[in-house]
T-cell receptor, first 115, second 115 residues
Framework: GAGVSQTPSNKVTEKGKYVELRCDPISGHTALYWYRQSLGQGPEFLIYFQGTGAADDSGLPNDRFFAVRPEGSVSTLKIQRTERGDSAVYLC?????????????FGPGTRLTVL | AQSVTQLGSHVSVSEGALVLLRCNYSSSVPPYLFWYVQYPNQGLQLLLKYTTGATLVKGINGFEAEFKKSETSFHLTKPSAHMSDAAEYFCAVSEGGTSYGKLTFGQGTILTVHP
């Protein structure tokens, strides 16, 4: 079946603009994770959903970042008033359910560039 | 808090030579440990994982890793490098037990394979 997909693959925006990044998880996967990968770094955890609810948003850097998963499938990461420091690759992953033993399947990422 | 350190941001080997990528972790609870590989313009792909049981773990593409609790290490090895192994490799840790599976990644090691 299809893997995790993310759209757009690339997004260029101007400082201060609003952006939305979309993630389509593997069908049937109830757990969904967002990570951010800055240049030369490993991915950093942002937020995790189990079903429709955000179970842990401790990795969101500030209140400009918000994510939703209204029907327990597709998720959208929203960034308000973008700053140049938000430039990074945003990765989405899904797993069958939550728990450390379950493999997380990653999407190809959305490369966000804030000019 | 858990953390991961990958020694060496770049490793270069000749085709057919041993591959050794180093990973040390810290965790306050028994960890689950992972190695992921990232090829250019592709998502992270799981190579192998350690949860419980046998400390020598075999993964895909001939890679293996050994969990050494006394050394807090989880080094990745492959006896004979192939050109197709050139990629970036990430070590990651997750708290086991009832943890939901949030991953903490190292900064990555870029593997170059010379003919």
């Amino acid at each position: 079946g299809a893997g995790v997909s993310q759209t757009p693959s690339n997004k260029v925006t101007e400082k201060g603009k609003y952006v939305e990044l979309r993630c389509d998880p593997i069908s049937g996967h109830t757990a969904l994770y967002w990570y951010r990968q800055s240049l030369g770094q490993g991915p950093e955890f942002l937020i995790y959903f189990q079903g429709t609810g955000a179970a842990d948003d401790s990795g969101l850097p500030n209140d400009r970042f918000f994510a939703v998963r209204p029907e327990g499938s597709v998720s959208t990461l929203k960034i308000q008033r973008t700053e140049r420091g938000d430039s990074a690759v945003y990765l989405c992953a899904s797993s069958l359910t939550s728990g450390s033993g379950y493999e997380q399947f990653f999407g190809p990422g959305t490369r966000l560039t804030v000019l | 808090a858990q953390s991961v350190t990958q020694l060496g941001s770049h490793v270069s080997v000749s085709e057919g030579a041993l591959v050794l990528l180093r990973c040390n972790y810290s965790s306050s609870v028994p960890p689950y440990l992972f190695w992921y590989v990232q090829y250019p313009n592709q998502g992270l792909q799981l190579l192998l994982k350690y949860t419980t049981g046998a400390t020598l773990v075999k993964g895909i593409n001939g890679f293996e890793a050994e969990f050494k609790k006394s050394e807090t290490s989880f080094h990745l090895t492959k006896p004979s490098a192939h050109m197709s192994d050139a990629a970036e490799y990430f070590c990651a840790v997750s708290e086991g037990g009832t943890s939901y599976g949030k991953l903490t990644f190292g900064q990555g090691t870029i593997l170059t394979v010379h003919p």
